[in-house]
């Protein structure tokens, strides 16, 4: 074997042998930089968490408030139905009363003409001679007898 055979063999090997140490290394270097990249998705997904948690509580308060809300809500409306039947419960007591007080008035109207009638003292119109406005209670309405009124 000649020399020129011998450092190609050699330079062969050294060659060979960096490849080796650069493959070696590069994978060192991709393990690394997955182990990195997994740690780093790990504390994402980790605040990720965090974070959902901090919302899955806020959305609860406030499914909470909005509960609260709906039952307030529930309760006034029962309140308004509930004042809605009184106001018309007194409603149709006022027009009951209202319908016995028409009769109570017709009743009394109709028990003044009659005691007008019987009175002696009522002229036809239903007013008593001292209380005439229009003249004297021996003159009939609208008969002055020629005379001009003083």
Do not use: F, N, Y
């Not at 028409?102 to 209380?131: F, I, M, T």
């Amino acid at each position: 074997m000649d020399t020129t055979t011998i450092v190609w063999i050699v330079v062969a090997v050294v060659v060979v042998l960096l490849l080796v140490l650069v493959a070696v290394a590069l994978a060192r270097r991709s393990r690394a930089a997955e182990a990195r990249r997994r740690e780093e998705r790990r504390d994402e997904a980790a605040e990720l968490r965090r974070q959902a948690e901090h919302d899955r509580i806020a959305v609860q308060e406030r499914e909470a408030a909005t509960a609260k809300l709906d039952a307030e809500a529930r309760m006034s409306q029962a309140e308004a139905d509930r004042k809605a039947a009184e106001a018309a419960r007194l409603q149709e007591e006022a027009r009951s009363r209202d319908a016995t007080l028409d009769e109570r008035r017709a009743d009394v109207d109709e028990r003044l003409r009659r005691a007008d009638e019987l009175d002696p003292d009522q002229d036809v119109h239903g007013q008593s001679p001292a209380h005439r406005a229009d003249g004297p209670p021996d003159v009939p309405r609208g008969d002055t007898g020629g005379a001009a009124r003083p």
